[in-house]
C-alpha cells in the first residue's frame, strides 16, 4: 500500500515561517517528482512548488523567492519551507507525488490528506 503523509503547517503571523514535509511510503521505486499545491477557500486549487528527483525546481510566481523546496530521495520525502508568509497564503496545502510504482520506474500520481497553513494576526 502507497502511502503520501504530510505534516507541518497550523497558524502563524505574517511574515512568518512554517515548514511542510511530505512522507511516500509502501512498495515503490522512488519518485520521479514531488510538489504542493493549495487551496484557498471559495478558490481553486493552484500549484505551489515542485521538486525532481534529479533537484530541478519549479515555483508559482507568487511564492518565488519566499518559499522553497527541498528533497531527500533516500526518505522518499521533500520538503517546503515558506518565509515571508502572507495572510494570502492562507489555504489547505496537499502534497502531490509522481511515485515510482515498478521496476520500470513508471510512475503514477497521488495526493496527500492535507494540511492546514493559516497566516493571521
Known amino acids: 500500500q502507497v502511502r503520501v503523509v504530510e505534516s507541518g503547517g497550523g497558524l502563524v503571523q505574517p511574515g512568518g515561517s512554517l515548514s511542510l514535509s511530505c512522507a511516500a511510503s509502501g512498495s515503490i521505486f522512488g519518485f520521479n517528482a514531488m510538489g504542493w499545491y493549495r487551496q484557498a477557500p471559495g478558490k481553486q486549487r493552484e500549484f505551489v512548488a515542485r521538486i525532481t528527483d534529479g533537484g530541478s525546481t519549479d515555483y508559482n510566481d507568487s511564492v518565488k523567492g519566499r518559499f522553497f523546496i527541498s528533497k531527500d530521495n533516500a526518505k522518499n520525502t521533500v520538503y517546503l519551507q515558506m518565509n515571508s508568509l502572507k495572510p494570502e497564503d492562507t489555504a489547505v496545502y496537499s502534497c502531490?507525488?509522481?511515485?515510482?510504482?515498478?521496476?520500470?520506474?513508471?510512475?503514477?500520481?497521488?495526493w496527500g490528506q492535507g494540511t492546514q497553513v493559516t497566516v493571521s494576526s
Open positions: 502531490n507525488a509522481n511515485l515510482r510504482v515498478d521496476s520500470l520506474w513508471r510512475g503514477r500520481d497521488y
